[in-house]
T-cell receptor, first 113, second 111 residues
Framework: NAGVTQTPKFQVLKTGQSMTLQCAQD?????MSWYRQDPGMGLRLIHY???????DQGEVPNGYNVSRSTTEDFPLRLLSAAPSQTSVYFC????????????FGAGSRLTVL | KQEVTQIPAALSVPEGENLVLNCSFT??????LQWFRQDPGKGLTSLLL?????REQTSGRLNASLDKSSGRSTLYIAASQPGDSATYLC??????????FGQGTELSVKP
């Protein structure tokens, strides 16, 4: 089925460990983005990309890296996890950030101990 | 800095009631406004998108309005059903293309 696929769905890390959240879409969307959702704070934009090879920072980029080597994939890397990064992470894609609706993945729940 | 606020944070209504969810934003220079639905433990599903030049959009029992000058949008749900129970989020897209979300309204429709 066409859509946005996120892996893993759940992950527990220890402080200081690194990991990558994967995001893949098969709709040939140019725009991809990562959000984190915390209780009472809505969704906040971490990083986004408007096409392969192009990335930019959102509202809360610190502690996260991204790359966009292909149109389909937009991985989010935590180089040294901190308890403050405990959250639910959502990846979204669209033809463009504003003109069309975004398609969201099912989310990845990350706990950092 | 754009800020998006949704009131109320939670709402409980009996089945069949018509209801209104509110969304306000501080910077009227938006590209569009979107309403999303989120079921517990799930991702977001887009409900309605209103371009900055539009006043409203309708889809089935849902109607969303936009008043850019006052920085307000409402989502009207007619004849609510238990299946409408979910969290509803609004988000504005700034001219720079970034989506800024409100905190959401958690809706519970009782049978």
């Amino acid at each position: 089925n066409a859509g946005v696929t996120q892996t893993p769905k759940f992950q527990v890390l220890k402080t200081g460990q690194s990991m990558t959240l994967q995001c893949a879409q098969d709709m040939n969307h140019e725009y991809m983005s990562w959000y984190r959702q915390d209780p009472g704070m809505g969704l906040r934009l971490i990083h986004y990309s408007v096409g392969a090879g192009i990335t930019d920072q959102g509202e809360v980029p610190n502690g996260y890296n991204v790359s966009r080597s292909t149109t389909e994939d937009f991985p989010l890397r935590l180089l040294s996890a901190a308890p403050s990064q405990t959250s639910v992470y959502f990846c979204a894609s669209g033809d463009s950030p504003g003109a069309n609706v975004l398609t969201f993945g099912a989310g990845s729940r990350l706990t950092v101990l | 800095k754009q800020e998006v606020t949704q009131i109320p944070a939670a709402l409980s209504v009996p089945e069949g009631e018509n209801l209104v969810l509110n969304c306000s934003f501080t910077d009227s220079a938006i590209y569009n406004l979107q309403w999303f639905r989120q079921d517990p433990g799930k991702g977001l599903t887009s409900l309605l998108l209103i371009q900055s030049s539009q006043r409203e959009q309708t889809s089935g029992r849902l109607n969303a309005s936009l008043d850019k000058s006052s920085g307000r949008s409402t989502l009207y749900i007619a004849a609510s059903q238990p299946g409408d129970s979910a969290t509803y989020l609004c988000a504005v897209v700034n001219q720079g293309g970034k989506l800024i979300f409100g905190q959401g309204t958690e809706l519970s429709v009782k049978p």
